[in-house]
């Protein structure tokens, strides 16, 4: 059994910067392309990057491209998203996921094992 949970979330001021961390049990983390997705109040859950198995291959959707920044080490078994320059519209949980085959995609049918999710909210 997979299980994901998500830390570092947490309230932070508009310009500042936030680190989350997915630390993934199980021996097939480094297997799988690894994901984050959020959701905001009312909203859809989005994608936000994604990172292939090797770390070597990242991508991010236009919202976040230049500010947020995926990595992963799989010696420990854990993917982070690095925040930077976040805004009130980047508030929201975000979510940890395990990619199902061996390619990144931006799709949630394309993950199968979740996170219970982090909260960030940021101030104005």
């Known amino acids: 059994q997979v299980q994901l949970l998500e830390s570092g979330g947490g309230l932070v001021q508009a310009g500042g910067s936030l680190r989350l961390s997915c630390a993934v049990s199980?021996?097939?983390?480094?297997?799988?392309?690894m994901g984050w997705f959020r959701q905001a109040p009312g909203k859809e859950r989005e994608f936000v990057a994604s990172?292939?198995?090797?770390?070597?291959?990242?991508d991010y959707a236009d919202s976040v491209k230049g500010r947020f920044t995926i990595s992963r080490d799989n010696a420990q078994n854990t993917v982070y998203l690095q925040m930077n320059s976040l805004s009130p519209e980047d508030t929201a949980v975000y979510f940890c996921?395990?990619?199902?085959?061996?390619?990144?995609?931006?799709?949630?049918?394309?993950?199968?094992?979740w996170g219970q999710g982090t909260q960030v909210t940021v101030s104005s």
């Open positions: 996921a395990k990619g199902k085959s061996l390619v990144a995609g931006r799709l949630q049918s394309q993950y199968d094992y």
């Open positions: 199980g021996r097939t983390f480094i297997t799988y392309p």
């Open positions: 990172i292939s198995r090797s770390g070597g291959t990242t």
